[in-house]
């Protein structure tokens, strides 16, 4: 079965920091991959997707995911960490011929001051 | 321009009750969605929708129902509440031009316990 795998349930990093948070996929064709983040009590926002085209691919509020075909990773970075940037963030693909998401389990992001 | 608009916000459900979790988008979508979250195992798809009165099952469409009247609306009725459905309900919105989707707007969410 197709999926997406965030193989860390936490990442801590201090502010200043460069930030990363892993993802892998398994998805068959050309994926269509999303980042989404979901700060506490709200619903999910879209951060960056990757569609087709340049493998780095940037999007909101300075952060960045590089599409690795050969590492099968989507892995989103942000080169400063922020306080504010503590949140929890899903990796997602669009599967199947409806083009629905589907999630992976999320990271948390704490960063420290 | 209000998006994706859910309500409630918050629900305290009995055992056995059944209620509608109502989903509303002013953006003229075709594609929508129903998922829960549950700690730990992300958001699962429930229902979708390519289109009005077209619907079909997610992952985990049991104990739930839906329609799809309307471009604009897309409700989720819960038909005999069960503790398992304590969870937090998010609508979603899409649209694709061709093969290319531009990815979902989601709502603030439904946190519902079922008691």
């Known amino acids: 079965a197709q999926s997406v795998a965030q193989p860390e349930d936490q990442v801590n990093v201090a502010e200043g920091n460069p930030l990363t948070v892993k993802c892998t996929y398994s998805v068959s064709g050309n994926p269509y991959l999303f980042w989404y983040v979901q700060y506490p009590n709200r619903g999910l926002q879209f951060l960056l997707k990757?569609?087709?085209?340049?493998?780095l691919v940037k999007g909101s509020y300075g952060f960045e995911a590089e599409f690795n075909k050969s590492q099968t990773s989507f892995h989103l970075k942000k080169p400063s960490a922020l306080v504010s940037d503590s949140a929890l963030y899903f990796c997602a693909f669009l599967s199947g011929s409806a083009r629905q998401l589907t999630f992976g389990s999320g990271t948390q992001l704490t960063v420290l001051p | 321009n209000a998006g994706v608009t859910q309500t409630p916000k918050f629900q305290v459900l009995k055992t056995g009750q059944s209620m509608t979790l109502q989903c509303a988008q002013d953006m003229n979508h075709e594609y929508m969605s129903w998922y829960r979250q549950d700690p730990g195992m992300g958001l699962r798809l429930i229902h979708y929708s390519v289109g009005a009165g077209i619907t079909d099952q997610g992952e985990v469409p049991n104990g739930y129902n839906v329609s799809r009247s309307t471009t604009e609306d897309f409700p989720l009725r819960l038909l005999s509440a069960a503790p398992s459905q304590t969870s937090v309900y998010f609508c979603?919105?899409?649209?694709?031009?061709?093969?290319?989707?531009?990815?979902?707007?989601f709502g603030s969410g439904t946190r519902l316990t079922v008691v």
């Open positions: 979603a919105s899409s649209y694709q031009t061709g093969t290319t989707n531009y990815g979902y707007t």
């Open positions: 990757y569609i087709t085209g340049d493998n």
